[in-house]
């Protein structure tokens, strides 16, 4: 065999191969290198044998280790259960008022809801309940069907306008398209109106012909009251505050009245259990709208 070129500088053999003049030395990789290299193969080996890894036909090797990632948050999630069954047997079985006046209860539920709001809840109503356009604030004291535990209960477990034919125990409350019922000249007095009601800059003129049609030809005070105080058991909505649900401008004003926009909210008793609706009461009773009991 034929003595290999060396390099004149290195004194290291080339490998033979050119490009343009430039020949490639035969430099050996560090021992170092090697030996990490030999060592990652071993454990692959090692990992390959101990664990679940090769693909059979109906199956895969076991690993003479037989455990798995998965199996082992399967123990975790066991335990896990476990300490909270006795906690969720008695939040199922407690009313809503004996978790409130049990601390520990009231605490787990808290903690539980909110773990179910972030889940379920937060999409629409935001982070801590907050709100967003089209979506309740739950944060405050303005509500359309009640904020008691009783009433929050109801309405998370059955929904709002939420399948009627199907869920007949959904919340309704639809508000007539009054464009369809009334002259332009009305609707513009009625809106002028309802900025008055709300303490918002309205003219003065069009507000006291909008009375009589707010309380007369349109019927308004028959769900909103006389005041537009507003009428929880029909889910009317308080008029006499700065609270919107669709934006309180003229515009906006103007248009619900025209034809109105209608949300829904699922009722959550097809999804979620007793315990956790309990929980979810609880959770959005203490974000700090809840009133009496």
């Not at 490998?15 to 430099?27: A, M, S």
């Not at 535990?149 to 639809?174: C, F, K, M, V, W």
């Amino acid at each position: 065999m034929a003595e290999r070129e060396r390099d004149e500088v290195t004194g290291t053999e080339t490998t033979g191969h050119e490009w343009d003049g430039i020949k490639e030395l035969d430099t050996p990789l560090p021992r170092w290198w090697l030996w990490t290299f030999y060592a990652t193969i071993i454990w692959g080996i090692g990992y390959t044998l101990a664990y679940p890894a090769l693909p059979l036909i109906h199956t895969n090797t076991k690993g003479f280790l037989g455990t798995t990632n998965r199996m082992e948050l399967e123990k975790e999630l066991k335990t896990v259960r476990a300490q909270r069954a006795e906690k969720l047997a008695k939040l199922e079985k407690a009313s809503l008022q004996d978790i409130m006046k049990n601390d520990e209860l009231r605490a787990f539920a808290t903690r539980m809801g909110e773990a179910a709001f972030k889940v379920n809840c937060v999409q629409c109503h935001q982070a801590a309940g907050r709100g967003a356009y089209g979506y309740p604030n739950l944060q405050d004291d303005d509500w359309l069907w009640g904020g008691t535990l009783e009433a929050i209960h109801y309405t998370i477990t059955h929904g709002a306008r939420y399948n009627p034919d199907t869920n007949e125990e959904t919340r309704q409350s639809d508000m007539p398209a009054f464009g369809e019922q009334l002259e332009p000249a009305q609707i513009e007095a009625v809106t002028e109106y309802v900025l008055k009601l709300s303490g918002q800059e309205h003219d003065a003129r069009k507000a006291e012909a909008g009375k009589k049609v707010f309380e007369e030809d349109a019927g308004c005070n028959g769900c909103h009251g006389d005041k537009g105080e507003g009428n929880q058991e029909l889910g009317a909505p308080r008029l006499s505050d700065q609270i919107w649900l669709f934006s309180g401008s003229r515009e906006a004003i103007r248009s619900q009245i025209t034809k109105p926009k209608h949300g829904v909210m699922p009722a959550w008793k097809y999804k979620l259990d007793k315990a956790t609706i309990k929980a979810l009461t609880v959770y959005v009773y203490s974000l700090g709208g809840g009133v009496g009991s």
